[in-house]
């Protein structure tokens, strides 16, 4: 939508001059948290007088931190809440103790997690906007002055479901808010150009591979990973691979090593999340399957060449810059959203799903984003 184009007013919409502090809650993954990011872009705009917090599982905090738009994170240790106990009910109480101490005027809650509907009746805040879901009754829609719609059967990006939340409380977002935010920070800008230089790569001058998920249902065979690297070791790309600390992963990633001939540097389990943006953003393109680092090649603005299999690219697939979207066109049971193809983690689509396509659409992508 243009950002000139005139609205009708929301019936309920929120007096944003009326709200000195919001909290936003996504309790889920590390790219489902980088994709709410741009909610947190649009409240800023909107209302600058505002203090935005963020209230997210631990582990993800680094995709938010450094945001311009977020004055405090708050974070939940699943690793406490799992263990009980004392511990943990030590954490919660402080947990409550620090969120009803800001005093939020507004919760703004992304996901249908119970845990933010208990947690927004705790903070009482003023207004209170959370997901439409009439088979949680009405407990949970009174949790919330304020539900969105999801849709049930059209496709949307998942960041425009995010910002469907401020779209019911009366706040249009602008074509600038929908770019996903992550910024490295200087430690990790450093640590990166250390790196560059010991493997002596130019910036702009490679290509970042990242194969896995922590899906692995949704990463591309070991061996057509191997032929697309050879390929683009022939095109004379320096590749530089990186992946996360998880041995599926891992083992998926040393079969790779061992079937290519391409000089590769490795730099799988060895970055943190702000480092792996930093590299990211150094590259010349990132090539990955659905997963966080192709979001974070959105947020930092980098090209990406995505290949998708069973998840569907008109809700996670990269928005804002150039990119190619790489699947089966032969299976058309896909987008099926399960674990391979009968619940297996092997899937089918991306069995078969050709490297010629993949590599077409890295020179294609290459050629038209110099």
Request: net charge positive.
């Amino acid at each position: 939508m243009a950002d000139d184009v005139q609205l009708p007013a929301v019936a309920d919409a929120v007096d944003l001059s009326r709200v000195r502090r919001a909290l936003v809650i996504k309790l889920r993954h590390h790219g489902d948290v980088l994709l709410a990011s741009p909610v947190f872009s649009a409240l800023k705009r909107q209302a600058p007088h505002l203090e935005v917090d963020a209230l997210v599982y631990r582990e993800t905090a680094e995709m938010l931190e450094r945001h311009p738009a977020i004055a405090r994170i708050h974070t939940i240790d699943r690793e406490v809440s799992r263990a009980g106990g004392f511990r943990h009910l030590q954490a919660e109480l402080g947990l409550w103790r620090d969120l009803r101490a800001r005093h939020y005027d507004l919760v703004v809650h992304l996901t249908e997690h119970r845990r933010g509907a208990w947690l927004t009746r705790l903070i009482n805040p003023t207004y209170a906007v959370g997901p439409e879901r009439n088979e949680r009754g009405r407990w949970w829609r009174r949790s919330f002055t304020h539900r969105y719609l999801v849709p049930k059967a059209a496709l949307r990006h998942t960041i425009e479901i995010n910002l469907d939340a401020l779209r019911r409380i009366g706040m249009w977002p602008s074509d600038a808010d929908k770019a996903p935010v992550m910024v490295p920070g200087a430690a990790a800008e450093a640590r990166v150009s250390q790196l560059l230089a010991s493997s002596k790569l130019t910036r702009g001058r490679f290509i970042v591979v990242h194969p896995g998920s922590r899906w692995l249902f949704k990463s591309w065979p070991a061996k057509s990973t191997a032929m697309l690297l050879d390929q683009l070791a022939e095109d004379r790309w320096p590749i530089v691979v990186t992946g996360s600390r998880d041995s599926e992963e891992r083992t998926l990633i040393d079969a790779i090593l061992r079937a290519t001939r391409a000089p590769i540097v490795d730099l799988v389990a060895q970055l943190s999340l702000p480092e792996l943006a930093a590299l990211i953003r150094a590259s010349r393109l990132l090539i990955g399957v659905d997963s966080a680092p192709m979001h974070i090649a959105t947020a930092v603005g980098t090209p990406v060449v995505a290949i998708f299999g069973p998840s569907g690219e008109a809700e996670w697939g990269p928005t804002v810059v150039p990119n190619r979207v790489v699947a089966s066109t032969e299976h058309s049971c896909r987008p099926c959203g399960n674990n391979g193809c009968g619940g297996s983690n092997i899937s089918d689509c991306l069995v078969k799903l050709p490297v010629s396509r993949v590599i077409d659409a890295v020179r294609e992508l290459l050629a038209a984003a110099p």
